[in-house]
């Protein structure tokens, strides 16, 4: 019998910053999916935001890192610091591929994401690259199973399972869902509202100890800003 391939889940993301709800996702599906470690990727420059509001990248990481810590099963990966340009997906699944040979890849994205993955830098090669575990409600399934039928060419292995042509698999998980968002953090903390216990007590007591620095840069961004997302090459 073959041995079992170790397994990382990857989710990607600007996280400016990150909140309880990026770190419970992991736990998630961590558990759901049977995976060894989910890494973290904060994005260098994501190709999908107005930079003006992000926060530097050593800071997003630095909160990220500390939010981890102690976290059996969750890791934070750097790698988008060393690549010039937009922080694509492609390419950065392209550098897990040749970092961790003999692993098995999935990426994590939501099911909306998914819909819009035509709009993605290249988005149909991803699933050569990695699994896609897809987050999504309970009963979302049959839209992603939909959606999956037309854009690759698969075959259903079970209600909730896909195995495209290379051996790859599209699988769809329902987790709780936590109504946070990093641009409602922001918009809180702009008001001087509270945000204890939507984020980890690390990453909040990062942005008190910058709170000039965190004000100054989050102020940047106006209030379109925050709910749009620019649909050429996304990702």
Not at 5 to 31: T, W, Y
Not at 65 to 93: A, F, M
Not at 170 to 182: K, Q
Not at 183 to 211: F, Q, T, Y
Request: overall charge negative.
């Amino acid at each position: 019998m073959p041995q079992k391939k170790p397994s990382i889940g990857l989710l990607g993301g600007s996280f400016n910053p990150v909140h309880i709800g990026h770190l419970r996702l992991c736990l998630e599906v961590l558990e759901q999916a049977g995976l060894d470690r989910v890494d973290l990727v904060p994005a260098y420059m994501p190709p999908h935001k107005d930079q003006a509001g992000i926060l530097p990248f050593d800071l997003r990481l630095r909160m990220l890192q500390e939010s981890i810590d102690g976290i059996s099963g969750l890791e934070v990966n750097p790698l988008e610091q060393d690549r010039p340009g937009p922080s694509y997906t492609l390419d950065t699944l392209k550098a897990y591929v040749q970092e961790y040979p003999g692993y098995e890849l999935n990426f994590i994205l939501g099911d909306m994401d998914l819909f819009t993955l035509p709009q993605w830098h290249r988005g149909e090669e991803i699933a050569r690259l990695s699994n896609l575990l897809v987050i999504g409600r309970q009963g979302g399934h049959s839209q992603v199973g939909d959606f999956v039928s037309r854009f690759w060419k698969v075959e259903q292995e079970s209600e909730k399972c896909w195995e495209l042509e290379t051996g790859r698999r599209i699988s769809f998980y329902s987790v709780p869902r936590l109504e946070i968002s990093s641009s409602m953090i922001r918009s809180r903390w702009l008001a001087g509202k509270s945000i204890d216990w939507l984020v980890p007590a690390e990453a909040e007591s990062i942005l008190a100890n910058c709170s000039h620095e965190v004000s100054s840069i989050w102020e940047q961004e106006s209030h379109s800003d925050q709910k749009s997302c620019k649909p050429a090459s996304c990702r």
